[in-house]
């Protein structure tokens, strides 16, 4: 019986060795099939990695950019102390980036960024530039209608440049939001809301001398913040009354019936809290080296001959800002000038009349804008030019490229 | 002594039953082994020949100059055909430039008339609004042949391009989509 046991028990090793065989097979076919997907996948985890870190790096450079117009707040501006950040984490994944802000107001600045993720890098560069409230010629947030045989064209009243091209637009969508009549013509280019088709928006008549495209995205009209300046109670105008900068201040109502009131002696800045009536021929007049803004946060009238009268010539030396958001109650503003104005006006709600035979030097940005006849509207470019000293700018990505 | 024989016969190696059980046994892990090494190989051409055949590197050049083009274009303007034909964005040649002063046209040619594909071209030069004829045309460049369908796409600030290949064995889509960083 012991014998017996003894070779049952020296049978059972040919099972052990083809056990042993098979594991030493299907290890040989899992390393195989392991090797294979290996390369595949350290190819996937780069290019992972890659996109990753490209984000990371266009990430520094959104906190750069908002860290700059964080920046302009503080006024006066400092080209000291610019924005830069090292190894800051990307909230939600393994990726860091890091960038540095060079350069100064008048060479402009300049974003580096670079973005880390594993053994990956991007580096992305750009350069930033200030955008002011004026960079079109006229901008409506609904409807924009150009009557018959008015004209519209762009000059540079620092460069003495003229016949440029400029930019007219609409946010609005809804079909003939834009009119341009017969005769008219406009030198520059149409944009339309985002997602709108310019064949229907723009009915024309007219002449379009540029490009007709939508926008790429919903047009913001950014909040007016009035700067904080002292009390001064109304302001009646009876005879001629002359305004110097140190009269600068938040007045409750300005009304004149005949009066003239000179602005003088360089910048002044009013804050009108409730209307500004001006009527029976009175007038504004802005002298040569002053210039005037007015933050109205009522109704604006210039009737029976009243009007504003730059005598500088230059656009930049009048701004006229409605304080009112779009979808608050509307502002009325009606500005009837026989002859030549300059100047520039920011009013989102508000619907603007711009009567026969006018000539108008600067930008508008409204509600609505209606042109009659024969007007001649002139874009003046050196709006654009905005320093970080001035209110109601921000800065933005003009040109971005990627480092390689 | 018979139980000494009995011993020494059983001994001796494995039965026949267990050599065929063996051999079965090996047969069938042999052909599984060589069935998956057959199959990865043919796999692995597969991806070979996909990986590198012209259809697929024409791809892969189209997508990369399409992504290289319009990441750097400005995102203020950008011209796209009604049906989708044609796309046209502007760029910055340097930082000097305060405008945009450069154009890229992506558009489809189709094919012609002993052609059995179209092509996808793309046409760039100077860009001056200022002028009575705003493009100045440097060069027009073939980015890719064998186009049997194409169409530009724009959402907001991206534009994207679908792109099929076909060179009569191998098919290819090809879809790349970018964001425009300038202003």
């Known amino acids: 019986m012991r014998k017996i046991r003894l070779a049952r028990s020296k049978n059972s090793g040919a099972a052990i060795i083809l056990a042993l065989l098979a594991v030493v097979m299907l290890f040989i076919m899992g390393q195989g099939l392991l090797s294979l997907g290996l390369n595949r996948r350290i190819f996937a985890t780069q290019n ?12 520094g450079l959104t906190k750069a950019v908002l860290e700059m117009n964080e920046k302009l707040i503080n006024k006066p501006w400092s080209d000291s102390s610019l924005p830069q950040a090292t190894n800051q984490a990307l909230p939600g994944c393994n990726a860091t980036f890091s960038f540095q802000v060079t350069g100064n107001s008048s060479i402009g600045y300049t ?18 530039r200030l955008k002011g409230l004026f960079d079109y010629a006229i901008f409506a947030a609904e409807k924009l209608t150009m009557e018959n045989n008015n004209t519209t064209t762009g000059y540079n009243s620092e460069t003495g440049e003229t016949d440029l091209k400029i930019q007219i637009g609409t946010a609005s969508t809804e079909p003939d939001s834009i009119i341009i009549g017969p005769g008219s013509t406009i030198d520059g280019n149409v944009v339309v809301g985002a997602g709108g088709d310019p064949a229907t928006v723009i009915y024309n008549e007219g002449t379009i001398v540029g490009l007709t495209y939508a926008a790429t995205e919903e047009h913001e009209f950014p909040t007016i913040t009035v700067p904080t300046l002292p009390g001064m109670g109304p302001l009646d105008v009876p005879g001629t009354t002359v305004l110097y900068p140190t009269d600068s201040g938040t007045y409750d109502t300005i009304t004149s019936n005949g009066g003239i009131l000179e602005i003088d002696g360089g910048d002044v800045v009013l804050h009108v809290t409730g209307d500004i009536n001006m009527d029976s021929g009175s007038e504004i007049q802005i002298k040569p080296g002053s210039s005037l803004t007015i933050y109205a946060d009522g109704d604006i009238a210039f009737v029976n001959g009243a009007g504003i009268n ?15 958001a779009p979808g608050d109650e509307k502002q009325s503003f009606e500005i009837k000038n026989n002859s030549e104005a300059f100047g520039a006006v920011y009013a989102p709600n508000t619907d603007i009349i711009l009567k026969n035979n006018a000539s108008l030097y600067g930008s508008v940005i409204c509600n609505s804008l209606s042109v009659k006849n024969n007007g001649i509207f002139s874009y003046d470019m050196a709006l654009r030019d905005v320093t970080a000293n001035d209110d109601n700018v921000q800065f933005l990505i003009k040109r971005w490229h990627e480092n390689e | 002594m018979q139980h000494i024989a009995k011993k020494n016969y059983r001994s001796k190696g494995f039965t026949l039953i267990e050599l065929i059980m063996a051999i079965a046994m090996s047969v069938i892990v042999m052909l599984g082994v060589g069935i998956a090494l057959v199959d990865s190989h043919r796999g692995w051409q597969r991806t070979y020949d996909r990986s590198y055949c012209d259809v697929m590197t024409d791809g892969y050049v189209a997508r990369r100059m399409f992504d290289a083009t319009v990441r750097e274009a400005s995102s203020e303007v950008c011209l796209l055909d009604v049906a989708g034909r044609w796309i046209e964005v502007y760029l910055y040649a340097n930082d000097s430039s305060t405008e945009v002063d450069r154009y890229a046209r992506f558009y489809y040619q189709p094919a012609g008339e002993n052609e059995a594909k179209g092509y996808l071209n793309l046409q760039y030069g100077n860009w001056n609004p200022d002028s009575p ?4 045309v440097v060069g027009t460049q073939r980015v890719c042949s064998n186009v049997s369908f194409c169409v530009f796409r724009k959402a907001g600030y991206s534009v994207s391009m ?13 879809t790349s989509s970018s964001v425009m960083h300038s202003q």
């Open chain 2, 162 to 174: 679908i792109l099929t290949l076909d060179n009569g064995s191998q098919n290819v889509v090809v």
């Open chain 1, 111 to 128: 974003v580096n960024s670079t973005g880390n993720s594993n053994r990956a890098q991007r580096s992305v560069t750009a350069t930033l």
């Open chain 1, 310 to 324: 730059n005598q500088t010539g230059i656009c930049k030396n009048l701004k006229l800002y409605a304080t009112s």
């Open chain 2, 133 to 136: 004829y705003p493009r100045d």
């Open chain 1, 48 to 59: 992972s990695s890659e996109v990753v870190a490209r984000c990371a790096a266009d990430a």
